[in-house]
T-cell receptor
Framework: GENVEQHPSTLSVQEGDSAVIKCTYSDSASNYFPWYKQELGKRPQLIIDIRSNVGEKKDQRIAVTLNKTAKHFSLHITETQPEDSAVYFCAASSSNSGYALNFGKGTSLLVTP | DADVTQTPRNRITKTGKRIMLECSQT?????MYWYRQDPGLGLRLIYY???????NKGEISDGYSVSRQAQAKFSLSLESAIPNQTALYFC?????????????FGPGTRLTVL
């Protein structure tokens, strides 16, 4: 089955700096790669996603890049703010698993003022 | 997201007890999923359902069973709870049948097995 590795497990940045979280996946059939943000005590919520026919996608301060050949994708957050502090999860999905999500173990991001 | 609800929100039970966690959604989505979340392990898939007649095992289905009573309801049961099933459980739904798409999560059920 699919195996998603996520790094780093913790990340601390100063407000205004950029943060990058990286994920790799193993199943070449995976074609959908969402990123979820989970604030303390809350449910995961989608912040951005990318499909395998696209190499990069941006939404304001957030961007995701995908390298299908290397089987890795990354989340980039620019101009970080304290409210970006949360746990971020990458995931991969393919039809092989009924489009269920295979999650990475998460990155705890702390943005300090 | 108020469209996906879970009951109970918190539950403490003892080893060997049968427990049912319930999930309801008003989104009209066909696909429903159960995940468990453990610290440092992310979310892992327990079961998923494409529709009322279609139930599939996920990565960690041992010790769990599910029932899809209707399009809107998907229940997770622990027949004989054990302490290592202590975790945060999330239900999720998604709309598209032909491709992967955003999943909408419920608020979670925190289960403690003593």
């Amino acid at each position: 089955g699919e195996n998603v590795e996520q790094h780093p497990s913790t990340l601390s940045v100063q407000e205004g700096d950029s943060a990058v979280i990286k994920c790799t996946y193993s199943d070449s059939a995976s074609n959908y790669f969402p990123w979820y943000k989970q604030e303390l005590g809350k449910r995961p919520q989608l912040i951005i996603d990318i499909r395998s026919n696209v190499g990069e996608k941006k939404d304001q301060r957030i961007a995701v890049t995908l390298n299908k050949t290397a089987k890795h994708f990354s989340l980039h957050i620019t101009e970080t703010q304290p409210e970006d502090s949360a746990v971020y999860f990458c995931a991969a999905s393919s039809s092989n698993s009924g489009y269920a999500l295979n999650f990475g173990k998460g990155t705890s991001l702390l943005v300090t003022p | 997201d108020a469209d996906v609800t879970q009951t109970p929100r918190n539950r403490i039970t003892k080893t060997g007890k049968r427990i049912m966690l319930e999930c309801s959604q008003t989104k009209g989505h066909d696909r429903m999923y159960w995940y468990r979340q453990d610290p440092g392990l992310g979310l892992r898939l327990i079961y998923y359902s494409f529709d009322v007649k279609d139930i599939n095992k996920g990565e960690i289905s041992d010790g769990y069973s599910v029932s899809r009573q209707a399009q809107a309801k998907f229940s997770l049961s622990l027949e004989s709870a054990i302490p290592n099933q202590t975790a945060l459980y999330f239900c999720a739904t998604s709309d598209r049948a032909d491709r992967a798409d955003e999943q909408f999560f419920g608020p979670g059920t925190r289960l403690t097995v003593l």
